[in-house]
């Protein structure tokens, strides 16, 4: 570390790039690089902007992460640059930072002029759903050669790519996402200055139904839930250099027409039909005299906004590693990973014809194992053009699957260097890593990643294959902490919990899933149900000390605090909520296939200990915000409700009502026991049901996070490493017998004999039982935060399980942060890094601590002891 203070990774909220926002004064980050010991004693800001430059004064304060905008607010479509520098107690100033750009998008309703314009439709002619037919939109326009920079302000209802002079706009996928369509509706900004020819120029659009008004759901899902037509809002500014500005706004001035694109569907799959390409439609010249007028339809400029995370976009690529001829003219395709995206293919043959591309997440039998699929076609049709290699990749559909089949295949050669699979999420930075010594550990934790990969997809989604796909709340309330180490998953999640909050019902209670849409009797309406509803207090906390962001506390208080009062409502005089519908632990193992709700634990209990653990949350969020009242009041309340779960659950000898794994996590890690000695007790009989288990899973949603964390919490840490390592059904290494690249949804997705299991609700992928993996970042690894943002960390390394070595790293928000430790016989040797800004200390398995400054440190202690009892 360099004795002067060097400043880099300077940031904006939490924008992995900060193009086209929408904050006029977002708050900013950085790290810092310095000599050990030194500490930030205060920072100044500059801003370079149109109007010259603007610095801050110097502002005295030990914070570099999301502090205020200290300069006037940007205006709209303002672009700036911003340094930072710092100086310690010696007032020796560093060097300034290396420049953010920033760039502000349209802030306000006034800034749009332009109308969502639709194909036209003639009273009384609308095709059915099942008929309509993707289109395209175009508009000729004509600009000077003198352009300073020119910026699309796009988004659409349903899905959209753009065109200019013929040559495809950024890199989006499935723009412009999944938002709660009636109440916001996300934009994007581009930068298409180098799209644009002096003169003569052309815009084109492909729309698609995507999540507007295509099928969603299950049990035959829905159409037309957001609205009955696709359209497109366009704003093209393009700005001269001599200040005057050119707007092409999408208005009735422009044409439509059908595409190749025949039809297109998330659940269903892509048609496309080469020989009905229109070459050249986005360029000028184009003869556009037979395609129709287009009409405006409504939409409220006051409902758009800027993306508060990054876009869905392709971030790899992926060869077979096995093509199988499986008769004359049929291969099975096998990319040797469970993944989310679609098939990109180059073929050779005649026009007109087709090849049919299905997927799958398993085989059965050698083949294509499609019913977990349900009502989800996930099929692809391509139909050539003729005369030379076509590639081709569908636009506006993905799927989740490891295996293709590809019906009709003419690509000539090795068809292995023409088919690769192209993996789409929404495009988070990766944050944490996780490795051991233990090959299989390593699996599964690549497992938990690639399932948070395919579910992230713009929401965080239950399952990417099948007839579903939706934000369940209780899905992400468990798996958040896991996700927030792994990727900087806050600006994404920041945008789903505002929908959360929007589509919050009146009375408090919080829908299933987010957005909401129908989902037959036993999600619509909604009901009250512990576990998800509490993702409105839960998950803002976990983001909360990830990243030490008290604005996302501030903007989801009133939306944790409304839920909870809810159940304060719905609870009996003591505090125990033990009435109305519960999930309970869901698809706890001992659970019937056909009733994944009905777990050995007492729904109720689970429920109350859910609304104390909810009501202390919302206590700790008022305590930040400095609402002194409404923190008093939710302590008092957790407390109440505290003692009535004791009351209730917990007989005079320590043990439980409900003697099973969950009840006894639950009550360890949301603190409901009454003393050292109960919680010592509840540890003890937790391990003592674990080992007559066999060390085997006896819990659902929501016992799994808990089980391994509470035995370790109290001590039992051999207990929790031998159920990591159990491989015998349920467990979580089981599925790595049968070749499992994700999380599945079941313990028993696949059966031992390798066959699928028979439930109808049978996922190959779905993050929820991967949520141990946070255990294994803190606890095998040792890594964890003791202050929000990871400015305080600790490192409580615990060996077990015939692990010789592990690490961790994450970058936090003040730099990275990283773990290596090794046992020896007679060693436990650790290696830590604190970044500057930041303190740490281990707590080592023999109860000694060591402190230590930003830096990195090598310590060691005698083994013995370090392998836990």
Not at 544 to 559: C, E, F, I, M, V
Not at 816 to 830: D, M, N, P, Q, S
Request: hydrophobic share 40%.
């Amino acid at each position: 570390m360099t004795g002067i203070p060097t400043v880099a990774d300077v940031a904006a909220e939490h924008h992995r790039e900060p193009f086209g926002i929408g904050e006029a004064a977002p708050r900013i980050s950085w790290k810092t690089t310095a000599t050990t010991g030194w500490r930030q004693h205060a920072y100044q800001v500059e801003a370079v902007r149109s109007d010259g430059r603007h610095r801050s004064d110097w502002v005295i304060s030990q914070d570099s992460v999301l502090v205020p905008w200290p300069l006037q607010p940007l205006a709209p479509r303002e672009m700036c640059e911003v340094r930072v520098r710092v100086r310690g107690a010696d007032q020796v100033a560093g060097d300034w930072s290396p420049p953010l750009r920033i760039e502000t998008g349209l802030l306000a309703p006034t800034d749009w002029t332009a109308r969502a314009i639709s194909p036209h439709e003639p009273d009384g002619s609308r095709p059915p759903s099942a008929e309509r037919r993707p289109p395209l939109l175009r508009k000729e326009f004509t600009i000077r050669g003198d352009v300073e920079r020119a910026r699309l302000y796009v988004t659409a209802h349903g899905l959209y790519e753009i065109e200019i002079n013929g040559r495809r706009v950024g890199d989006h996928a499935l723009a412009p996402g999944w938002t709660s369509y009636h109440h916001r509706l996300r934009y994007q900004t581009h930068d298409v200055t180098d799209h644009l020819n002096a003169g003569a120029n052309a815009i084109g659009a492909w729309l698609a139904d995507g999540w507007y008004r295509g099928r969603l759901g299950f049990g035959g899902g829905h159409a037309d839930l957001y609205g009955d037509r696709v359209a497109l809002l366009a704003q093209l500014e393009v700005v001269h250099r001599d200040g005057t500005v050119t707007v092409v706004a999408s208005d009735p001035s422009w044409r439509a027409s059908r595409g190749p694109i025949l039809s297109s569907g998330l659940l269903d799959g892509e048609t496309f039909d080469a020989r009905q390409e229109r070459p050249g439609w986005s360029s000028p010249g184009f003869d556009d005299g037979d395609w129709s007028l287009v009409d405006i339809v409504a939409r409220d400029p006051a409902t758009l906004v800027a993306p508060t995370g990054p876009p869905v976009r392709c971030t790899e690529e992926i060869a077979p590693v096995l093509v199988t001829a499986l008769d004359a003219d049929r291969l099975l395709v096998d990319f040797g990973q469970n993944l989310v995206g679609r098939v990109r293919i180059t073929v050779s043959g005649p026009a007109g014809h087709t090849l049919v591309i299905r997927h799958a997440e398993v085989l059965q039998d050698g083949e294509l194992c499609v019913r977990p699929l349900r009502g989800a076609a996930s099929t692809d049709r391509y139909t050539l053009r003729g005369g030379g290699p076509e590639t081709w990749e569908p636009r506006f559909t993905l799927h989740g699957f490891r295996y293709a089949e590809i019906t009709g295949w003419r690509g000539g050669g090795f068809p292995g260097r023409a088919i690769v699979a192209r993996v789409y999420h929404t495009d988070m930075a990766r944050t944490g890593w996780f490795e051991c010594s233990n090959d299989q550990v390593n699996r599964l934790h690549q497992n938990v990643v690639w399932s948070l990969r395919g579910n992230f997809v713009d929401i965080p989604t239950d399952c990417p294959q099948r007839d579903e796909r939706l934000g369940w709340t209780g899905d992400i309330q468990i798996f958040a902490p896991t996700a927030a180490f792994l990727y900087d998953c806050h600006g994404m999640l920041t945008s789903w919990l505002r929908d959360v909050a929007v589509e919050q019902h009146d009375d408090g209670t919080v829908p299933w899933y987010v957005p909401e849409i129908p989902g037959g009797e036993q999600w619509t309406p909604a009901r009250p149900g512990a576990g998800w509803g509490d993702v409105v207090a839960l998950t803002p906390w976990d983001l909360y000390r990830a990243s030490g962001d008290t604005g996302l506390l501030a903007a989801q208080y009133d939306s944790a605090r409304r839920w909870v009062d809810l159940v304060t409502a719905l609870a009996d005089a003591s505090g125990l909520w033990n009435r109305g519908y519960q999930l309970g632990d869901w698809l706890d193992p001992f659970a019937p296939p056909d009733d994944p709700g009905a777990g050995r634990t007492d729904r109720h209990l689970i429920a109350t200990a859910y609304y104390a653990w909810s009501l202390r949350h919302v206590a700790w969020m008022a305590a930040v915000l400095g609402r002194g009242d409404e923190r008093r009041r939710y302590q008092q309340l957790a407390d109440r409700v505290r003692q009535a779960f004791g009351d209730e659950y917990v007989r005079p000898d320590g043990l439980m009502t409900s003697d099973t794994q969950t009840a006894y996590a639950v009550a360890l890690q949301f603190d409901l026991l009454p003393n050292a000695a109960a919680r010592a007790s509840a540890g003890r009989r937790l391990a003592e049901l674990v080992a007559a288990g066999g060390h085997t899973i006896q819990t659902g949603f929501v016992g799994t996070p808990l089980v391994a964390p509470a035995l370790s919490a109290t001590g039992h840490h051999h207990s929790a490493y031998a159920m990591l390592l159990q491989q015998e059904c349920p467990s979580w290494l089981y599925a790595l017998k049968h070749d499992a690249t994700t999380v599945w949804e079941r313990w028993d997705s696949m059966l031992p004999d390798g066959t699928v299991n028979p439930g109808e609700m049978t996922s190959f992928n779905h993050y929820a039982l991967g949520a141990v993996a946070q255990w294994l970042h803190t606890t095998v690894a040792g890594l964890d935060a003791s202050a929000p943002g990871y400015r305080e960390v600790v490192f409580r390394p615990r060996p077990g399980g015939g692990i010789t070595w592990a690490s961790a790293t994450h970058e936090s928000p003040y730099g990275r942060v990283a773990i290596r430790w090794e046992l020896a016989e007679t060693e436990l040797t650790v290696e830590t890094t604190v970044p500057t800004g930041a303190t740490g200390r281990i707590e080592w398995p023999d109860g000694t601590v060591t402190a230590l400054a930003a830096g990195t440190t090598t310590s060691s202690r005698p083994a013995a002891g370090s392998t836990g009892g």
